[in-house]
């Protein structure tokens, strides 16, 4: 098992939508990715309707801190069709086929693959959006920009690129 798997798993669990499976599940995530402390802290003394409406605020309204990876990259625009493919072939490729409910971009379910699979292609080639998303999480003041530190402080340093 790759060394960052198991922080990958954890944090795919803290940015999907804090239910309660994801409360129960909190001390282990505590325990298992000590760099995911300070968001599992938090959430573990927050209220959980607060928490939620919290996330849905970061998460769900607006694209300011979309959780899809082509985002960042493509917009919407019609390029952004290729890039899901492209998700969906690489996880084709290591044998899985991509069912959720979700986009194949969507970053939980790319840190999940990472975590089962140890590769981490569709992270690195999406290592700008990703830290776009931590510089704009971080500057809105939420505790998930510390999921996105620790994820990207497991990737080497991000090309400079353009700012939605």
Request: glycine share 4%.
């Amino acid at each position: 098992m790759p060394s960052d798997a198991v922080l990958y798993q954890a944090a795919a669990l803290c940015l999907t939508y804090p239910d309660d499976d994801f409360r129960a599940r909190l001390p282990l995530l505590r325990e298992a990715a000590p760099q995911l402390r300070e968001f599992t802290d938090h959430a573990a003394v927050t209220d959980a309707q607060e928490l939620a409406a919290h996330y849905v605020q970061v998460f769900d309204i607006k694209n300011r801190h979309s959780l899809y990876l082509s985002w960042w990259r493509d917009g919407d625009t019609r390029r952004r069709g290729m890039s899901l493919v492209r998700f969906k072939d690489v996880y084709r490729e290591h044998g899985l086929e991509f069912s959720g409910e979700e986009l194949p971009d969507f970053l939980p379910a790319v840190l999940e693959f990472a975590a089962r699979t140890g590769n981490t292609d569709l992270l690195l080639e999406h290592r700008d959006g990703l830290e776009q998303l931590r510089s704009r999480l971080t500057d809105f003041g939420t505790p998930y920009a510390t999921v996105l530190d620790a994820v990207c402080a497991t990737l080497p340093t991000a090309p400079t690129g353009t700012r939605r």
